[in-house]
Structures are given as C-alpha cells and as structure tokens.
C-alpha cells in the first residue's frame, strides 16, 4: 500500500540515503561531479520545519520525497 505523509524529522535518515542513491546515480553520467559520501542532516532540517513537503511510503520503503522552500 502507498502512503503519502507530509515530510517531517521521522523519515530524514531515508530520505538522506534516497537522495545519496540519486546523487551516485547522477554521478556515474556526470562524471564531473564530486565525491560524496554522505548528506548532511542540516540540509533537510528547513524542509521538516516549514511543512512545505511530502513523502511517499510503500510499507516501510520511501519511494520519493518533495520539498520546498518557504516562498
């Protein structure tokens, strides 16, 4: 079953390895971009705070996330 949450401080540590995964992803096209190992916390703690995003569950795996900035 999919469930779609508003995007809060519970899921950070799966959404920093989704994002990681993407970004290595990335990386093996544009080879020009930096070595990353891990993705800081801080960087998602704006979008946890606004209420400004959402994730997306199937059973306990995250499939997407989607945030923004306050406008």
């Keep these: 079953m ?7 401080k519970n899921p950070i ?3 920093r390895e989704l994002a990681l995964a993407n970004y ?7 080879t ?5 190992d891990v ?6 703690n704006g ?8 994730v997306m569950f199937e059973g306990e795996k995250m499939l997407a ?3 923004c900035y306050d406008p």
């Design 32 to 36: 020009a971009l930096p070595q990353m």
């Design 13 to 15: 540590e799966k959404a």
């Design 39 to 44: 993705i800081p916390t801080d960087d998602f």
């Design 2 to 8: 999919t469930t779609i949450l508003g995007f809060n």
């Design 47 to 54: 979008f946890t705070d606004n209420g400004l995003g959402v």
């Design 65 to 67: 996330f989607l945030c």
């Design 24 to 30: 290595n992803e990335e990386r093996s096209f544009v």
